[in-house]
Structure formats: C-alpha cells, structure tokens
C-alpha cells in the first residue's frame, strides 16, 4: 500500500484468530519480530489471556493453534500492547470497542464516529452476507456458538437501528454496506 510500516501508529486487532493477527510480527533472522515497531498494538484483553492459556489448546473449536506463540507473545514482549476490557470501552477519545464475544472468547468490534456518521468494523461476527438473512447460522471458525449468534442479533439490531456503515473482513465485493430491517428479519445491502 506504499505505507512504511515504521510509520505505522497503531494497529487494531478485534479478535486474534490466524487471519487477523498473522501480520503482527514477521520473520527475522528466524525470529518473530513485531511488524510495527512503532505502533501501539490493541489487544482484547481476554483474547490474550485465553490463547496463552492451556485452556485455548485443549478446545477442538480453536482454529489459532500456535498463533499466540508466533504472532502474539513477541509483541506483548516488545511491550508494544494496550488492552480493551471485556467491557469495552473508548481508545483514542475516537474508537468504541464493542464486546461481540462468541466468534472468539473475546471478540470486539469497533466503532468510529465522525462527522455525525458511524462505521463498524466488524471483525468476524459475519462471514458471509448469507448470515444477514439467517443470523442463526454460525461458520466452522465460530468458537462459542450460543453466544456468536447472540453477539449476531444484537450488532444487527444495532446497524440497523443507527444505520452505521458495516466494513466486513470476509464478505466477497466491497465488504462495506447497510444492513435494514425487514418485516422478518434483517436485509443486506452493499455500497
Ligand atoms: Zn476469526
């Protein structure tokens, strides 16, 4: 993209499955070095604790074996991380952290408001546009099936009712667009 990852100031991470932590660190001189030096990696903090925990490797559901020790610890060891509570919360005076737990343990979604509109990233409560229309349907990535599709409901109950602009990290198009409610449920619509 052209960008010096040393000018890189922060780096978000919603949830710490393979495909949205991988580029945290890189391969030195066979050793995992942080990507960012400079960034301030944001971490939920229950992510972290679980995928360190003998916990996360004794589930057959986790799909992140050995991310922790490859794309995680070197940067808690560089002391790059700040933390997002199972709350949530504010980071920036900008960025709203929303628990959206049951993809992963911990999982968060971010809101960022401005100039009176907001956008969430989203992680990967949804996968696919398919789920829009059938909410009830988690992936073989899902860890905590109950609490994903309650996770579901609520986010889009809440990008419906504030008509928020969703950017989805696996959907195929764009990846950014509305959801709206229907007479049975909830529509997707890209931008
Ligand atoms: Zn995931």
């Known amino acids: 993209m052209g960008v010096d990852p040393d000018e890189v100031d922060f780096v978000f991470n919603t949830h710490l499955h ?15 070095v942080p990507t960012f ?4 990696y944001v971490f939920p903090r229950a992510e972290c604790e679980y995928y360190a925990s003998p916990a996360s490797h004794n589930d057959a559901n986790t799909p992140s074996s050995g991310v922790y ?5 070197p940067v808690l060891d560089a002391g790059l991380v700040d933390f997002i509570e199972p709350t949530g ?4 005076d900008l960025f709203d952290f929303i628990p959206t737990s049951g993809h992963s343990i911990g999982h968060m979604s971010i809101a960022v408001t401005s100039g009176g509109e907001t956008a969430v990233f989203g992680g990967d409560i949804l996968h696919s546009p398919v789920q829009v229309r059938y909410p009830d349907l988690n992936t073989v990535f899902c ?35 509305y959801v709206a409610r229907t007479q049975d449920g909830f529509s997707w619509t890209y931008i």
């Open 89 to 92: 919360g504010r980071y920036l």
């Open 37 to 40: 030096p400079n960034a301030r």
């Open 143 to 177: 860890e905590f099936h109950d609490q994903a599709q309650a996770s579901r409901y609520q986010m889009l109950t809440r990008l419906a009712e504030i008509r928020a602009l969703y950017l989805a990290t696996h959907f195929p198009a764009s990846s950014a667009g």
């Open 69 to 73: 020790e490859d794309s995680i610890a």
């Open 18 to 32: 393979v495909d949205h932590s991988g580029w945290n660190t890189c391969l030195e001189n066979g050793k995992w």
